[in-house]
């Protein structure tokens, strides 16, 4: 007999993620605060809880979709008035890992499993059921959640122990964040050279999409310094000679046109260091 899911919290991602377990075929409950949010999810074929409480006592396997670590420890407390052992408590909203670790103590005196699950890709992903999720925590429990998470997600990678699911979600939104605020640095740029914003996002999009971005440079087991026999070596050096010489024309464009880019700046200063090279190129 499959496992019973159970979804709280319904909003903006939630809602998306919890539609794609309608049909599961030990049954879907769900629960949130405003009504209004559980009614699609019921016309759909859910079940409503009247309470966090209830679903504690009617899943084996809870993802929890709340705003803040706060909404994150009462909602678990509150599990874990009813949850019996064996259930699995899996939270994705992105938390301290401080916090993932103190509720997964907390579960584990009433033998109930918490996972920290945060995830990856947005209200589009969650729409798409694309979204990519990454775990702490047990094993065991991990691949219990294995089967339900590939509803909506299409990678579920497990980082060991619990907390560090977090980690490695707040290593990998650094990356996101900082890019962002690279983006406003480079529409700067390009804006006071009179060039086309849209196109030029048009071009940052494509471009992206073939060759994967900042994640392009991600292909090595360690962020120590690479050793001159590395197979990455050369290409790494060659990578850092196109890069730097970039960073330096735009630098010197910035200057001409009297737009301050202090990421390139520090990207200059970087780059050879985050691809993992030491020695001068």
Do not use: C
């Amino acid at each position: 007999m499959s496992d019973v899911v159970g979804f709280i919290g319904l909003g903006q991602i939630g809602a998306p993620m919890a539609t794609r377990l309608v049909g599961w075929p030990g049954g879907l409950v769900v629960f949130d605060v405003v009504p209004d949010a559980i009614a699609p999810l019921v016309d759909a074929g859910a079940k409503a809880a009247a309470s966090v409480a209830e679903v504690g006592s009617t899943a084996d396997v809870i993802s929890v979709m709340v705003r803040d670590d706060a909404q994150v420890r009462e909602v678990v407390a509150e599990l874990l008035t009813t949850a019996t052992a064996g259930t699995v408590i899996a939270v994705h909203s992105t938390i301290t890992p401080e916090t993932a670790e103190e509720v997964a103590t907390s579960a584990a005196a009433a033998g109930v499993h918490v996972l920290d699950a945060p995830v990856s890709g947005g209200f589009m992903g969650a729409h798409d059921g694309t979204l990519a999720v990454l775990v702490g925590g047990d094993r065991e429990a991990y691949e219990k959640v294995k089967e339900p998470f590939a509803r909506w997600a299409t990678l579920v990678a497990h980082f060991g122990a619990v907390g560090n699911g977090t980690r490695a979600k707040l290593a990998r939104n650094l990356m996101h964040f900082i890019a962002y605020t690279g983006a406003g640095e480079a529409q700067r740029l390009a804006e006071a050279a009179g060039l086309d914003l849209r196109k030029l996002a048009q071009v940052v999009r494509h471009s992206d999409g073939v060759t994967g971005g900042p994640g392009a440079i991600m292909v090595r087991g360690t962020a120590a310094p690479m050793a001159p026999d590395d197979d990455f070596h050369t290409i790494f050096t060659h990578t850092r000679e196109l890069g730097e010489k970039d960073l330096r024309l735009a630098l010197a464009m910035g200057r001409e046109l009297g737009v301050d880019l202090p990421l390139g700046d520090l990207a200059l200063r970087d780059f050879g260091k985050s691809l993992g090279l030491t020695d001068q190129a």
